[in-house]
């Protein structure tokens, strides 16, 4: 099993920018790939990033390439995601999640992730 944790979300103005965390405990971190959904009010889980176990290795959602970047300290058990450039379509809950699963759609799917956070808003005002 593993705990994820979500912190960082909050409010801010579009072009503003977030940090958001990912505090994992229980089995090893680094055993696990890293991913970032979100979900808007009325909208489905949709992918954002994803990062290979070891680091290095990222995948994006094309809508927040340039803008976001996932990262990941396994040392410190701990999984980020830098926003920058934020835009109010931006707005939704964040989830992170743990996954063993790799590969080109693979990694965009929520189904395939084992352990989920319980999320942190992030509001993104115009």
């Known amino acids: 099993q593993v705990q994820l944790v979500e912190s960082g979300g909050g409010l801010v103005q579009a072009g503003g920018s977030l940090r958001l965390s990912c505090a994992a405990s229980g089995r090893t971190f680094s055993d696990y790939y890293l991913g970032w959904f979100r979900q808007a009010p009325g909208k489905e889980r949709e992918f954002v990033a994803a990062?290979?176990?070891?680091?290095?290795?990222?995948r994006y959602e094309d809508s927040v390439k340039g803008r976001f970047t996932i990262s990941r300290d396994n040392a410190k058990n701990t999984g980020y995601l830098q926003l920058n450039v934020l835009k109010p379509e931006d707005t939704a809950v964040y989830y992170c999640?743990?996954?063993?699963?790799?590969?080109?759609?693979?990694?965009?799917?929520?189904?395939?992730?084992?352990?989920w956070g319980q999320g942190t808003q992030v509001t993104v005002s115009s």
């Open positions: 999640a743990a996954t063993v699963y790799w590969g080109a759609q693979v990694l965009r799917e929520a189904g395939q992730y084992l352990y």
């Open positions: 990062m290979k176990s070891s680091g290095g290795v990222a």
